[in-house]
């Protein structure tokens, strides 16, 4: 069983910076992807960032350049860094992670979710 868990999220002010943190834990081979998605209300969610486990990053429009991911060579913390922080970022932010995990004495792949973290960008 894979587990991923996400903090730092909270209230900051337009403008500020944030970094949000994702770890993956549990039965892991591999994890191959991880990426940071949003979701607004009565918004889809939606994809903000991904890096692989090569390190190959991919951004939303709306990240580029304010927005920055990274982790560790196994990906098992990922971090998002945002500055520049707009109200239109508030958002609940969940990070998605895949791969390959042990399940008794095979493997199997996954897709886990964590619970998600409030941001929240207001004066």
């Known amino acids: 069983q894979v587990q991923v868990v996400e903090s730092g999220g909270g209230l900051v002010q337009p403008g500020g910076s944030l970094r949000l943190s994702c770890a993956a834990s549990?039965?892991?081979?591999?994890?191959?992807?991880m990426g940071w998605y949003r979701q607004a209300p009565g918004k889809q969610r939606e994809l903000v960032a991904a890096?692989?486990?090569?390190?190959?990053?991919n951004y939303a429009d709306s990240a580029k350049g304010r927005f920055t991911i990274s982790g560790d060579n196994a990906l098992n913390t990922v971090y998002l860094q945002m500055s520049s922080l707009k109200p239109e970022d508030t958002a609940v932010y969940y990070c998605n992670a895949e791969g390959v995990a042990n399940v008794g004495l095979t493997f199997r792949k996954y897709n886990t979710w964590g619970q998600g973290t409030q941001v929240t960008v207001s004066p």
């Open positions: 890096i692989t486990r090569g390190g190959s990053t």
């Open positions: 549990g039965s892991i081979l591999s994890i191959d992807n």
